[in-house]
């Protein structure tokens, strides 16, 4: 008879003998697939984890920032301006939402403050949103606050600029940000007006046409409607500050910059702007520094129309103007800013779009109403206003 020497268990594999088990090896190739899954699928679940809480508690500010696709409250006297402003901001096609604007009530002591002292401004972010956030947040105080508002209004607003740049560049330094913002400022005071502008942003006023220049009607419905809404008698009030302009051009030559031209003109091939708060990374070619304007407001002077690009990039300043006025006459206050960034959607622009409409007259939305509000909703893009009525009765006496 034949003895057959049994093994111990564990010694099977080494005698060649195979058992049922399909676990790895350790330090197999499947081995180390199996642990780097393992942990793979556990970063994913720590990241959703995380990321969830956050959103949960508002920790999360980019997730809050993309949130603000367009406009959710118009107030016409926000922050208790003089002249009442039609506001809207839309992401537009972009995934996300960098522009910003802001509206302020002018304080300050002293004989040359005027009743009617507001200021109104629009930030046009680029590389994140925290330079035009940082700008909504403190650039209107900081011109308001300055030691020669408002004496010197042109030289307070240079100062805020200037001020707001070195602060944010500081954090941005130390944050490692590569974030920017264009800057666009308007202050009225005793019927003057002050632009201080860095970057493509744009101010127009709409001027009211002399009896003289109204156009001929033709008695065609159609063709009347639009002549009445053309105002061709338009002031641009600021220039956009793009690298090829021949001055900007020359300026960052001089400071040893480049101007590249990819899909556009760019500082240094990465910036389609030459002014702006903040780009530390590409300091000082970029320059903070703004032109300033200022001129006495006349009784023919209608409507201030300030935008982002993203109104400029698809219409002209007569259309601007043409689409304003038909709306400041067919829809309520409220929704007139609305309706020109709805038409740069339609015309074709990719943006975010942002625009303030200032009544320089009072009669289109008029003071006597106090503070009109109105909530606009999301889902229904409709707007909700107890007031509509009396509004457009008034406008059509």
Known sequence: MVEINEL??????????????????????????????VIFVGWVMARFLVASISRYFGWDLDYEMKKLSHTDKVEPYHNGVKYAVSYWSDMGKRPYQEDRHQELRGKGGGANIGSDCSLYGVFDGHGGYRAS????????????????????????????FYKID?????????????????????????????IGNAGDCRAILIKKPAETDKPQLTGNHYHDT???????????????????????????????????????????????????????????????????CSRNLEDNDVIIVIASDGV????????????????????????????????????GSTDNITAQIIDLTGQFCPIDDKVITANISKTTNSVIHAENDNVNSKKSS
């Not at 080494?14 to 697939?33: A, K, L, Y």
């Not at 209107?140 to 607003?157: C, G, T």
């Open 133 to 160: 956030q940082y700008c909504k947040e403190r650039l209107l105080q900081y011109i308001n606050a300055d030691e020669n508002f408002p004496n010197n209004i042109e030289s307070a607003i240079k100062s805020g």
């Open 8 to 37: 111990p268990v564990g010694d099977a594999f080494n005698h060649g003998i195979q058992d049922d088990s399909t676990e790895p090896v350790e330090g197999s190739f499947w081995w180390w697939c199996w642990w780097l899954s």
């Open 166 to 194: 070195a602060e944010f560049s500081a954090n941005a330094k130390l944050k490692l940000l590569s974030d920017g913002s264009t800057a666009l400022v308007a202050c009225i005071n005793n019927r003057r007006l002050y």
């Open 312 to 347: 400029w990039d698809a219409l002209s300043n007569e259309h601007v103007a043409r689409c304003v006025m038909q709306a400041v006459y067919t829809k309520p206050w409220i929704q007139v800013a609305r309706e020109l960034c709805d038409e740069a959607k339609i015309m």
């Open 226 to 292: 639009q002549l009445k809404y053309d105002y061709n008698d338009i002031d641009v009030l600021t220039s956009d500050h793009k690298p090829n302009r021949p001055d900007e051009e020359q300026r960052i030559k001089k400071l040893g910059g480049r101007v590249v031209h990819w899909g556009r003109w760019r500082v240094q091939g990465v910036l389609a702007v030459s002014r702006a708060i903040g780009d530390v990374n590409l300091q000082p070619y970029v320059t903070c520094d703004p032109e300033i």
